[in-house]
């Protein structure tokens, strides 16, 4: 018997590095998986593929999981709920999101382009509202869910040719808290975790 029997998760980013290996560890402790990633790059610079988040899905039915593939962007609202409709077709429901989707485009403040900084706002900032939107409401009638998002030391600390990374990951942390204080007493928990990326 594993910890996350019979929940269902929807891991955003879930194709390589930390969104991968939140997969795997949800599914070796039992729970369902919708494995989401868009399989591009980390910079965002290439236009991606299912390869990835399908790699990771049978990674853990091979390993005698349950899990299923996604090749959707968290930036398309949309797209984020067919996610969580997925994740009900699939499985009869979802009772958690761990959103670590995310890209680089680091560089100088005063050489960064309105494109690098809008893409990584887009995916950091805009795709957690997206995911946390798209849920909250299945979470509040179930009362029960939890959301994960990641947050970074760049916000808080500063971390040189971060301007867009930092100021998306503060957004986040602000939307953590305040969506925490309002799930709170739905029984649906939100949790930030604070990581410390390396520049390119």
């Given at each position: 018997?594993?910890?996350?029997?019979?929940?269902?998760?929807l891991?955003?980013?879930?194709?390589?590095?930390?969104?991968?290996?939140?997969?795997?560890?949800?599914?070796?402790?039992?729970?369902?998986i919708?494995?989401?990633?868009?399989?591009?790059?980390?910079?965002?610079?290439?236009t991606?593929?299912?390869?990835?988040?399908?790699?990771v899905?049978?990674?853990?039915r091979d390993?005698?999981?349950e899990?299923?593939?996604?090749?959707?962007?968290?930036?398309?609202?949309?797209?984020?709920?067919?996610?969580?409709?997925?994740?009900?077709?699939?499985?009869?429901?979802?009772?958690?999101?761990?959103?670590?989707?995310?890209?680089?485009?680091?560089?100088?403040f005063?050489?960064?382009?309105?494109?690098?900084?809008?893409?990584?706002?887009?995916?950091h900032?805009?795709?957690?509202?997206?995911?946390?939107?798209?849920?909250?409401?299945?979470?509040?009638?179930?009362?029960?869910?939890?959301?994960?998002?990641?947050?970074?030391?760049?916000?808080?600390?500063?971390?040189?040719?971060?301007?867009?990374?930092?100021?998306?990951?503060?957004?986040?942390?602000?939307?953590?808290l305040?969506?925490?204080?309002?799930?709170d007493?739905?029984?649906t928990?939100?949790?930030?975790?604070?990581?410390?990326p390396?520049?390119?």
């Amino acid at each position: 018997m594993g910890i996350l029997d019979g929940r269902v998760v929807l891991v955003t980013g879930g194709g390589n590095g930390i969104g991968k290996e939140c997969a795997l560890m949800a599914a070796a402790h039992g729970a369902k998986i919708v494995v989401n990633d868009l399989g591009g790059g980390l910079t965002g610079a290439d236009t991606g593929d299912a390869g990835p988040a399908e790699t990771v899905a049978q990674q853990i039915r091979d390993a005698g999981g349950e899990a299923v593939s996604n090749s959707d962007s968290v930036t398309d609202y949309d797209a984020v709920a067919n996610m969580v409709e997925q994740a009900k077709d699939e499985f009869g429901g979802l009772h958690a999101i761990i959103n670590p989707a995310g890209i680089l485009r680091d560089g100088m403040f005063h050489k960064m382009s309105e494109a690098d900084w809008k893409a990584v706002i887009d995916v950091h900032l805009h795709g957690s509202f997206n995911v946390t939107r798209a849920a909250v409401e299945l979470f509040r009638e179930q009362q029960d869910g939890a959301f994960v998002l990641f947050t970074s030391t760049s916000g808080l600390f500063g971390n040189i040719g971060h301007a867009n990374y930092a100021a998306a990951k503060m957004g986040i942390a602000g939307l953590s808290l305040i969506v925490a204080m309002e799930v709170d007493r739905t029984s649906t928990r939100l949790n930030s975790i604070h990581i410390r990326p390396s520049r390119l």
